[in-house]
């Protein structure tokens, strides 16, 4: 095998590829272990983010919403595993390949859905989301934060287990995704 990809052979890359499909399917467990992490974070918040994460996505099952709209409710702050800041654009990158182009303009934006109840005490303006009024998914992100989001900061909710997604992530996340 080589030691710089400038001396690659044929052979070298068959292996690599045969050794990379493994970890095709692994998305679904990858974003499990990023939500459990979650309950590491509190931020201020009366809950912690992986309880937030699960009552999100138990209201939004609980709406008969589509399993793509349950999927996207349960991760839309998965990002914040990684960085709070930009946790939206992260989350988005991740279920790029694996969800609809709405769904990924949802997740990407919704911070600035949210500030209609909190941007205001920040300075900044809480009508952003009326930039968006034109988007396709502009529908899907209100549903998404007023309905299920901005509502999921109870302790004492009863949420529906982690576990209790995971046939719906390895349906959705399982395979390697379309090429971005
Ligand atoms: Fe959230």
């Not at 914040?80 to 989350?91: E, F, L, Q, T, Y």
């Not at 600035?112 to 009508?127: L, R, T, V």
């Not at 009326?130 to 396709?136: G, M, Y």
Request: with cysteine; proline share 6%; hydrophobic share 40%.
């Amino acid at each position: 095998m080589f030691t710089k990809m400038q001396d690659g052979t044929l052979e070298d890359w068959a292996v690599i590829g045969a050794a990379h499909k493994e970890h095709f399917y692994k998305t679904p467990a990858h974003l499990m272990d990023m939500l459990r992490s979650l309950e590491e974070i509190t931020a201020g918040f009366a809950c912690d983010q992986l309880q937030h994460s699960l009552m999100t996505g138990t209201l939004a099952r609980r709406d008969n919403a589509s399993d793509e709209e349950v999927a996207i409710a349960l991760l839309h702050d998965v990002g914040k595993s990684v960085n709070i800041p930009n946790h939206g654009p992260i989350a988005a990158e991740l279920m790029r390949p694996y969800v609809s182009d709405d769904a990924y303009h949802v997740i990407y934006n919704h911070q600035h859905f949210q500030g209609k109840f909190y941007y205001s005490f920040m300075g900044e303006n809480p009508n952003m989301r009326d930039d968006f009024t034109h988007n396709s998914w502009y529908p899907l992100a209100v549903k998404l934060v007023d309905r299920w989001d901005a509502p999921a900061f109870d302790p004492e909710f009863e949420v529906d287990s982690l576990e209790s997604f995971e046939p719906l992530l390895q349906e959705i996340f399982s395979q390697p995704g379309r090429t971005l």
